[in-house]
């Protein structure tokens, strides 16, 4: 199985930038499909992004698209989402997950990482 650590939270003014990394170890990284949920104090955990193996497909929530960019480095063994533009709305705790392929379900979750946009 692989195990997932999220850095690069922090707190931004909104219109700001922020970069969350998600890097893994244990079984080959480019096995794996990858993906970028968020909870806000108080709601359900959401989808944010999600990318295939060799990074070639992406998907992103209506309410990050074209503010939010996914993308992996096989060879790092690191996912990232470039977060531009943010807004107060988007302050939460945000998790990579890895599922074995793009229909599976995500069996496997970081910890967390945590992003506050200030207004």
């Known amino acids: 199985q692989v195990q997932l650590v999220e850095s690069g939270g922090g707190l931004v003014q909104a219109g700001g930038s922020l970069r969350l990394s998600c890097g893994a170890s244990?079984?080959?990284?480019?096995?794996?499909?990858m993906g970028w949920f968020r909870q806000a104090p108080g709601k359900e955990r959401e989808f944010v992004a999600n990318i295939n193996w060799s990074g070639i497909k992406k998907n992103y929530a209506d309410s990050v698209k074209g503010r939010f960019t996914i993308s992996r480095d096989n060879a790092r063994r690191t996912m990232y989402l470039q977060m531009n533009s943010l807004k107060p709305e988007d302050t939460a705790v945000y998790y990579c997950?890895?599922?074995?392929?793009?229909?599976?379900?995500?069996?496997?979750w970081g910890q967390g990482t945590q992003v506050t946009v200030s207004s």
């Open positions: 997950a890895a599922r074995n392929s793009d229909y599976a379900n995500f069996d496997y």
């Open positions: 244990g079984r080959t990284f480019s096995n794996y499909a």
